[in-house]
């Protein structure tokens, strides 16, 4: 049987899948990255086996600056009907939370960034993808936005000890990660330059912030290859029930 395909959608060329990617492709996906503020068309998702969509820097309701985020919106709409296996990261996650009937609001909190535990709830311990991953772990965030409210039916998977969501299953075969499991230094370091004043108005060293989570590497390699591993079962899953 040929491997699980993936569509992928990425929203600034400073947010490429990175190591997510490379972690589904060691797991045997094929992935079709397209990127349609370059102009690439989103196709169907008849034709794949799972829908990844990436961060980025714009807001889930911009889509006068992103005219793309309303197909994405509608393709999260249309993944949740086909039970799809579908992974929203950051950006992702809050775009699924909206096109499902949620909200998404700047933190009152100020921006989460850098290196964060994951505050997993007991629905965790029996999810499907997240089982494996629910037990102690750190993950590098760096969002202003985060979802408010989650749409109905919706599951609270991790959260902060100030309740704001970092991860949630949104139907059977749908979730959303307010992580970023796919960045490393290099990814980040736009973002960081992009932060800098921001960082210094707030007493945040955004070079501390770049070293503990270069030094952290392999802590989160081991802590979120796992999702990439499960997600492409999941895929795979998909693929060998479409060719009965």
């Known amino acids: 049987m040929s491997s699980p395909a993936l569509l992928v959608v990425e929203h600034d060329r400073e947010c490429p899948p990175a190591r997510l990617g490379t972690w589904l492709t060691e797991a045997g996906c094929d992935l079709d990255v397209r990127r349609p503020y370059a102009g690439d068309e989103l196709p169907p998702l008849a034709a794949y086996d799972g829908f990844v969509v990436l961060g980025g820097p714009m ?27 579908t992974l929203g990261i950051c950006l992702g996650h809050q ?9 998404v609001e700047r933190d009152p909190y100020g921006q989460q960034v850098g290196l964060l535990g994951v505050g997993w709830t007991d629905a965790a311990r029996t999810d499907r993808l997240f089982e494996s991953l629910s037990w102690p772990r750190r993950g590098v965030q760096w969002n202003d936005d985060v979802v408010t409210q989650l749409p109905e039916g ?13 991860v949630a299953r949104f139907a059977p075969l749908m979730w959303g990660l307010q992580l970023h499991p796919e960045v490393d230094v290099p990814v980040l370091e736009p973002w960081a330059d992009s932060d800098r004043g921001s960082h210094e108005t707030r007493g945040i060293d955004t070079d501390a912030l770049l070293r503990d989570i270069d030094a952290a590497r392999a802590e989160l390699d081991d802590a979120w290859r796992p999702l990439a591993t499960g997600f492409a079962a999941l895929a795979a899953e998909h693929r060998e029930r479409a060719a009965r």
């Open 154 to 166: 919706a599951t609270l998977l991790a959260e902060t000890h100030r309740r704001e969501v970092q």
């Open 95 to 103: 775009l699924a939370a909206v096109a499902l009937g949620g909200t």
């Open 59 to 85: 807001g889930a309701y911009d889509e006068d600056r992103a005219p793309w985020l309303g197909p994405v919106k509608e393709l999260f709409r249309e993944a949740r009907a086909v039970h799809l296996p």
